[in-house]
């Protein structure tokens, strides 16, 4: 069996250089609403026979230009939020230093992030266990952290392909592997699935 990942397309949603914690707030709710900026994704003629896509749009745009069938469209593939780690009222801060301390924080556990690392992984498992198995070829199109975090999944699972170490935008990742067998029941989670 093969899955293609692919993060979505850049987003055209430029940032300060500094900014205060609720200026990064901000940007992430602008984020969420900014067009992408599309470009030609190397699919090395890859035919798939299903493709699922996180329901956030920049995601669902990305996949109508890469996948010509029927999106099966599903929330559990959205990305993880990553909010100020901190408050700050005058205080600004690099954006790169928000981008990544919020990662951080979802890595220590911290309070300040609306997901826990534990909830991601469930939710990527609880996708995991739900999708078509049948199927010889699955594309997924989703976000970069959800992406990051999705190849150590598949790789327990005993599939095999690039580590990938920094996610780039419109780019195919493709990963082999069996069959795995679904730790829950594949009937009860279908009946949740967002299509």
């Known amino acids: 069996m093969r899955i293609g990942l692919v993060r979505h397309f850049k987003v055209n949603c430029p940032h300060k250089r500094m900014m205060t914690s609720e200026e990064f707030r901000q940007w992430s709710e602008r984020y ?17 026979d299903i493709c699922y896509v996180s329901d956030l749009p920049r995601a669902i745009t990305t996949a109508k230009e890469v996948y010509s069938g029927n999106l099966h ?19 600004k801060l690099p954006f790169e230093i928000w981008h990544v301390c919020g990662r951080l924080a979802w890595y220590f556990k911290s309070k300040s992030q609306p997901e826990t690392r534990e909830e991601t992984r469930k939710r990527i498992e609880a996708f995991l266990n ?17 992406l990051y ?47």
Do not use: C
Request: charged share 35%; hydrophobic share 35%.
């Open 73 to 91: 469209i599903d929330k559990l593939l959205r990305e993880v939020d990553n909010a100020p780690f901190i408050h700050t009222e005058r205080i």
């Open 130 to 146: 739900k999708i078509d198995w049948s199927k010889e070829s699955v594309l997924i199109v989703f976000h970069g952290f959800m």
């Open 32 to 48: 969420e609403r900014a067009k992408v900026i599309k470009n030609k994704v190397e699919m090395y003629g890859s035919k798939w």
């Open 149 to 195: 975090n999705f190849q150590k999944e598949l790789k327990k699972r005993g599939f095999t392909g690039e580590r990938v170490r920094r996610v780039k935008n419109g780019v195919l990742y493709q990963f082999i592997g069996e069959n795995p067998v679904s730790t829950e029941s594949a009937s009860d989670d279908k009946e949740q699935s967002v299509s």
